[in-house]
């Protein structure tokens, strides 16, 4: 690793590790407290919401890469702007799009889930805003400044924190309580998005805002081929959370927030993943770039062999301490089984395992191979759930992680193949 990657790297991993422990205590912090503020019902239902809700996000986790491509292979600053500019055009586009599709829903379905309304649309409205700000982070991810985006994060959960603290100690009245919840667990994560756009240096927008259609017709099917790639990894992650959720929600929101809280179990200790990956694939891709193989065979080495202790040691720890690490997090509020722990962990312990090539083919710019793997996965996983939907089968948790982590299990094998060849 030449001296100024290693710099890069050493300063964005430091920063981001602070970043993911301030975001590690939010999230101990934050389950507990909220069941405790709106009830474990309203926590179900809010878990639904935000797997729902949650669809928007996959517009912005398209774009954003290829404007991180780009410039870490330091192409030329009109190129640079101009696949800005277009992207940002995408993220307006869509947004538009997307805000009428919820519009249409919501007539749809309103006199059936009144109450459930104006979480929704905060929680929309905050979503669609948030997405168009964050190709600021894509911006400076690509510049080797991912520590400054690891500092607003870090400042955003704290104020949740904070907010969660103080609103836990207030009387609140019933109806209040799920829109409340939405508002501080989300505002503050927009407010950092828009201070860091603002904050961008200039000279990486062209003078017009949005890049017109019809005379950057080449440019806009570059972006849509290389979104369309990373749409489908984005759009995996959320069908199999969201599907999951849904699914064990429609007959029981206990269910739903039991998969709510070990998805949060899994952001918790995949914090470590989070930490390397963001600063480490834009450095993997200059790599390439500059033919640099003998560093990039290092990474691969080390990462492989990290991730699988890291995975090996979570779950062994699950094994012999699960249900009283859960229990002290959580109180007796919300109950795990023995079962329901073990194939967590052992969920987690492949998620573990294929971070390492899922870096190293972003970083290589193998974004379409991924897509097609991880939706295959998805889809595979959605048939599952409407096959129990169709027939009338009750399906349990612990099966739903059992099917999760199988397929898992094949995508890792498919991923390291092509990463490690």
Known sequence: MNIERKTVFYKALSSSLLSKL???????????????????????????LMSIIGWVNILS???????????????????????????????????????????IIGLFIYQDYQELVIPALVLFVISILTINFTIADSIRQGTKQQHINNLFM?????????????????????????????????????????????????KFFIKGFYLPFKSNKLLFRNIYHFMLANF??????????????????????????????????????????????????PLITEAKAKNDLLWL???????????????????????????????????????????????????????SIVQAPV???????TFSYMGRI?????????TFILSGFIFSIKIDLSVVLAVMASLRVVVFILLYQRAYK
């Open 61 to 103: 986790g398209g774009v954003s890469p290829f404007v991180t491509k780009v410039i870490s292979e330091n192409k030329g600053l009109l190129e640079q702007q101009n696949v800005i500019a277009g992207s940002r055009t995408i993220l307006v586009f869509g947004s538009f799009l997307l805000t009428a599709i919820f519009l």
């Open 297 to 351: 065979k290092k990474v691969k080495v080390w990462l492989g062999l990290g991730f699988l202790l890291y995975g090996l040691g979570n779950f062994v720890i699950m094994i012999n301490f699960g249900l009283s690490v859960f229990e002290l997090w959580l109180g007796k509020s919300v109950l795990f089984t023995q079962q329901e722990i073990v194939l967590a962990g052992f969920y987690f312990l492949v998620i």
């Open 359 to 365: 870096i190293i083919l972003m970083g290589l710019g």
């Open 232 to 281: 489908m990894i984005q759009l995996s992650v959320v069908i199999i959370k969201s599907f999951a959720i849904i699914y064990l929600g429609a007959n029981d929101t206990f269910a739903a927030a039991k998969m709510e809280i070990i998805f949060r179990y899994l952001l918790i200790s995949g914090t470590f993943f989070a930490a390397i990956q963001l600063p480490l694939w």
């Open 154 to 202: 870090m400042c955003a959960n704290i104020t949740i924190i904070v907010s969660i603290f103080f609103t836990y100690q207030l009387p609140l009245a019933e109806q209040t309580l799920l829109p409340l919840a939405v508002i501080i667990l989300y505002l503050p994560l927009l407010l950092s998005k828009i201070i860091n756009f603002f904050t961008i240096n200039k």
């Open 374 to 382: 991880l939706m295959a996965e998805a889809l595979l996983f959605l």
């Open 22 to 48: 301030v975001s590690f205590i939010y999230q101990i912090l934050s389950i507990p407290l909220l069941i405790s503020m709106i009830g474990t019902h309203n926590f179900g239902l809010l878990a639904i």
